[in-house]
């Protein structure tokens, strides 16, 4: 079982930026694809953005693309999303996830997805 756990969540303000970490101690991450998903209050979690196995591709739900980027450090075990121009309604829990296969090709699914962390806040205040 690998051991996925995020960082960087906090309250800001509409308009500014967060950064989000997702941190593993296991090396064999850098053969999967990484994904982050969000839940909000009463509503089912959604896809946010995956990015391969190797760094060299990604994919962004609609309501993000633009304002939010991922990235991988595969030195460092390390999946990123960068948060920018934050909006009220981008206010959940933000978890990553580790592909259930290694490779393959990016998913929006969640039953692709076999390990989550444990998830982060982030709260935008209007």
């Known amino acids: 079982q690998v051991q996925l756990v995020e960082s960087g969540g906090g309250l800001v303000q509409a308009g500014d930026s967060l950064r989000l970490a997702c941190a593993s101690s296991a090396g064999a991450i850098r053969l999967f694809n990484m994904g982050w998903f969000r839940q909000a209050p009463g509503k089912a979690r959604e896809f946010v953005a995956a990015?391969?196995?190797?760094?060299?591709?990604?994919y962004y739900s609609d309501s993000v693309k633009g304002r939010f980027t991922i990235s991988r450090d595969v030195a460092d075990n390390t999946v990123y999303l960068q948060m920018n121009s934050l909006r009220p309604e981008d206010t959940a829990v933000y978890y990553c996830a580790l592909a259930r296969a290694a490779y393959g090709t990016l998913s929006a699914q969640r039953y692709d997805y076999a390990q989550w962390g444990q998830g982060t806040q982030v709260t935008v205040s209007s």
């Open positions: 990015i391969n196995w190797s760094g060299t591709s990604t």
